[in-house]
């Protein structure tokens, strides 16, 4: 039994990374590795990171959110150059610092919370028969993961849920979490079994022989598919499994889950440990909500979340497990890119790579060229962002999707093309921005991976349509939306902040200039102004609804036009139609389909037509 920690680092990644001007270096030699010039790494200058990490005896790297960004970000739009190490790089990274744990003869975990699925297309661009991740997630279990859980998007599909118990959690030998999520088999009677998709909870002993208890949770969420079960975080704390993996106590208990950091579930999970361990060290590692945060529960427990797409976390622990000080913890946000990682591993372009990472990313490739992902629908002439620029304008992605892709995408072969209308969509199904360049496969599926359909409503009067946004975007209506739909905007970090703190920024050594851009992150744990392991000027951030629409046609309030909205919002179109009006009561019978056309697709048409 341990009976002391000394100072722990925490990283976490996620594949991102941004951009800064100062002492820069390059985010790769052209000419280091001619094997893999088939991956084009931007050539920009990125500003590494301004300090060592903090070494201490129990140390972790955590990575949450990939949603199969497992090549990086390969535009030159700012702060993208700073997201551009691939997972191969990560796992270069990981290999160097496995050995400098062992030179310094300290632990180093390493850790993932869930959400691999949904989100590019090395991920979604998969063939018709095949499951959605199936082979990306083959290059993420080449990793040394020590723990691994479950994310919602694990869970939409009961198809992508059972190829991760069937093909994927075997390959973690016990240390894929599911405490709370089950999934529907047919047993060895070939009867049908409720069992967790992966293991409840885990013990296990680190190299330098700390005790850690482990639990992998996911949030109360209520969109999972049929055949897959999530129960309530507040009931899993008094099933009898619950209590006897925590009736011993660890040298720490290592929580992870698929849980934001800041609110939610992880306080009933602390405060049943503390209930009957009041001082042991809690480690927590969340994710979800695809942000930079740190939230400290008590003197003697942090949480950490690391962003989204792979980014990074650090945090530091000293305390003495039987002792009632305080525990310090210091945890550090790296930003995702070869720069970061030769700094922290004092390694060169020349020496940084390993055999292993590099067949990593020839490995994604081979993937990518065989999903096509390269293939060329047009080159767009200016970025549209989800949240750099105001909506709307010319420069919102929502603005120039709902406005102008949508209708064009519709229009086409479509016999209602003469009937005006207006469309509704969710903001939110928007993933990611529309860079500047070419606009290929891989862009389409990671802006817009989902393929829901477009129905619509016919001869709804233009005075009751034109009222159907506003009322939707509500405070109110807002608030009664599943609270798990309204964190999937592409930029989930609140860069607003008020004037003084930006003028303080801005005057930091090494900041200044577009090429400075990044994220800037001010979190509730100690030391919150100082938490980012490079620094930048933050991004432009404006606020986006939850709802958006198209320009309302030219026509008098009382002429028939047809309500457009994704299949997702057929009962709160309805909903909201029948609290605007009395004369008619609209059903689900009143609902067709307005077009074949699939909202991944509509991307795609626009750009070969207008991009050429």
């Known amino acids: 039994m341990i009976s002391k920690f000394t100072p722990a680092i925490l990283l976490g990644l996620a594949l991102c990374s941004t951009a800064c001007a100062g002492d820069h270096l390059h985010a790769r030699d052209s000419h280091a590795h001619e094997h893999l010039e088939r991956r084009e790494y931007p050539q920009v200058p990125l500003t590494p990171p301004h300090r060592p990490l903090v070494w201490g005896d129990l140390n972790v790297i955590h990575t949450t959110d990939t949603h199969g960004w497992l090549l ?8 993208e150059p700073y997201y551009s190490g691939d997972l191969g790089d990560f796992a270069s990274f990981v290999t160097h610092m496995k050995q400098i744990a062992l030179h310094k003869d300290v632990d180093l975990l390493l850790i993932d919370t869930g959400d691999l699925h949904d989100g590019t297309g090395l991920s979604d661009g998969y063939p018709p028969g095949d499951v959605d991740a199936h082979e990306s997630n083959k290059f993420v279990g080449r990793l ?10 694990e869970l939409y599909v009961y198809a992508d849920t059972y190829d991760m118990y069937t093909n994927f959690v075997p390959h973690l030998a016990g240390r894929y979490l599911t405490s709370n999520v089950n999934i529907t088999v047919f047993n060895s009677d070939g009867k049908p079994e409720s069992v967790p998709v992966g293991n409840r909870y885990t013990k296990f002993i680190t190299r330098k022989g700390r005790r850690i208890t482990s639990l992998g949770v996911m949030f109360d969420f209520t969109g999972n598919t049929v055949n897959t079960t999530v129960q309530a975080v507040s009931d899993m704390v008094k099933e009898q499994w619950f209590v006897e993996a925590i009736a011993e106590e660890p040298d720490a208990f290592v929580l992870i889950g698929h849980i934001p950091v800041s609110y939610g579930s992880w306080p009933t999970v602390v405060n049943a440990v503390r209930a009957v361990h009041p001082l042991t060290p809690i480690l927590i590692f969340g994710g979800h909500t695809h942000i930079r945060d740190c939230r400290q529960y008590d003197g003697r427990s942090m949480g950490l979340e690391s962003g989204r797409y792979m980014e990074t976390i650090g945090a530091d622990l000293d305390a003495a497990k039987h002792n009632h000080d305080n525990v310090t913890f210091t945890r550090r946000y790296l930003d995702q890119n070869r720069v970061t990682y030769e700094y922290h591993t004092r ?7 390993t055999f292993h990472g590099r067949s990593i990313t020839h490995g994604l490739q081979e993937l990518a060229a065989r999903f096509n992902l390269s293939y060329l629908y047009g080159t767009a002439d200016q970025d549209y962002t989800l949240t750099y620029h105001p909506y709307p304008s010319n420069g919102s992605l929502v603005s120039f999707f709902v406005e102008n892709a949508i209708p064009y995408a519709l229009a086409i072969n479509n016999t209602r093309d003469s009937i005006p209308n207006i469309i509704i969509i969710d903001s939110w199904a928007l993933r990611f921005d529309l860079l500047k360049g070419s606009f290929t ?18 001869n709804v009067t233009s005075g009751i349509a034109n009222q159907l946004l506003p009322a939707m975007n509500k405070p109110m209506a807002i608030q009664k939306r599943d609270e798990t739909q309204a964190v999937f905007s592409s930029h989930e970090i609140d860069d607003t902040r008020d ?8 005057g930091r050594p090494g900041v200044g200039g577009q090429a400075s851009f990044g994220y800037v992150t001010r979190d509730s ?33 009382d002429t028939p036009i047809d309500v457009i909205f994704l299949d997702s919002l057929g009962k709160e179109i309805i909903a909201v139609l029948n609290s605007l009006q009395n004369d008619k009561t609209y059903t689900m019978a009143d609902v067709s389909l307005y077009s074949p056309t699939l909202t991944s697709d509509i991307l795609g048409l626009y750009a070969q037509a207008m991009w050429n």
């Open 347 to 353: 390694t060169s372009n020349r020496t940084f790579d």
């Open 72 to 79: 990086g970000h390969q535009k030159t739009s700012w702060a």
């Open 441 to 458: 496969k891989n862009d389409q599926l990671t802006i817009m991976p989902y393929q829901d359909s477009f129905l619509y409503i016919a």
């Open 144 to 153: 040394p993961y020590d723990l691994m859980t479950i994310g919602n998007h």
């Open 499 to 506: 004037s003084a703190w930006l003028e303080e920024i801005d």
């Open 525 to 557: 744990c100690p030391d919150a102004d100082n938490a980012d392991d490079t620094l930048h000027t933050p991004l432009p951030h404006y606020p986006v609804p939850l709802y958006s629409g198209s320009n309302p046609p030219n026509v008098t309030a």
